[in-house]
């Protein structure tokens, strides 16, 4: 009885969000987020009926699209700034942070509504800020989850912040179509810095605040990373890097950097890498969501088992090492009735 009248508020839950409320799917969007242990199972089933609905209906995909580069760069202004172009061209506009150091930090330094004022009042726009909790077995099998939802309330493009910190590009390219590296101006030298591996995830590199004061320094920087970018090996073959100057505050070169953007877009689709990169997606999707539910019931497991508390006292007393304790533990998790 409880599970059917669950199911049937879950599917008025998701008509909803279909129909475009914004509430219920930053309500829902929280139920993910949620670490209490009690909202894994509505959660989970909340996703389930949110993916058999769109699996059921043909769309267009959302293109998901990462913006990433190092702190106060001007990603948000960037965003804010090409948000506004794509709803001139009729998109609607999701946009989501992910801060990849919020385990560190606890808190949420990204998705600044206030850097995106123009954009945060626009109809069909819907602007998540980064969750400032710690999400359970990291944030990124969540922000997936979360782009489904968006994807179920209609949004055509989703807009992703995330800070570069060196290895956190990786998982956000493993989660995007499209990757765009946002450069700040600055000398040769401080260029030579930006790892090779780093610049090898862009599909797009931009030099932003080419204006006033810093424009010249970051022409300087675009001719650099120009003859840089010529020695990237992209996966999508026959692709040069394209490399452009932008300013987010002025809003300049935001309509080309978009057609950059778009033609990768539309020869990543030519050449089937488009439904390549999904396919890994996928399979990085269901690699993190299996870790999570696996930390879930480890989790679960330290709160009831007896036999942790007898390995702990056991290692405490010297009686086994660390190591055969933590796997002693673990087997005995598989081989549980
Ligand atoms: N001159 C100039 N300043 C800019 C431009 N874009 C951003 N800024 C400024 O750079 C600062 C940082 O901008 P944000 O958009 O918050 O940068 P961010 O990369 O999102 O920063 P974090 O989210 O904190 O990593 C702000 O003071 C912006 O006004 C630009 O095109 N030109
Ligand atoms: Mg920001």
Sequence with gaps: MKESSDHTSISEWINSIENGQIRSLSRAITLLESTRTEDTHRAGNLLKESLARLSATERAPTIRIGISGPPGVGKSSYIESL?????????????????????????????DKTRMKRLSTQPNTFIRPSPSQQILGGVTHATQSIMSLCELAG??????????????????????????LLNQ????????????????????????????????????TLQSLRSTSQLINHSLKNYQVPTLGVSSTQDIGITESWQAVTKFLEQAVAEGFFEHKRKLQQEH??????????????????????????????????????????????RSLFNKE
């Design 155 to 180: 949004y055509s493009i989703i807009l992703i912040e995330t800070v570069g910190i060196g290895q956190s590009e990786g998982a956000v390219a493993d989660m995007v179509d499209c990757f765009v």
């Design 185 to 220: 101006p600055g000398s040769g030298d401080e260029l030579q810095g930006i790892k090779r591996g780093v610049l090898e995830f862009a599909d797009v590199l931009l030099v932003n605040k080419m204006d006033g004061m810093t424009k010249s320094l970051a022409q300087q």
């Design 285 to 330: 999707w269901f690699q993190k969501l299996s870790e999570y539910y696996w930390l879930h019931y480890l989790q679960a497991a330290r709160h009831t088992s007896s036999f942790r508390n007898a390995l702990i006292k056991e290692i405490q007393s010297g009686k086994k090492n660390v190591i055969e304790a933590a796997q002693e533990f673990s």
């Design 83 to 111: 948000g506004m172009h794509l709803l001139s061209l009729g998109h609607r506009v999701c946009v989501l942070a992910i801060d990849p150091s919020s385990q560190l930090s606890g808190g949420s330094i990204l998705g």
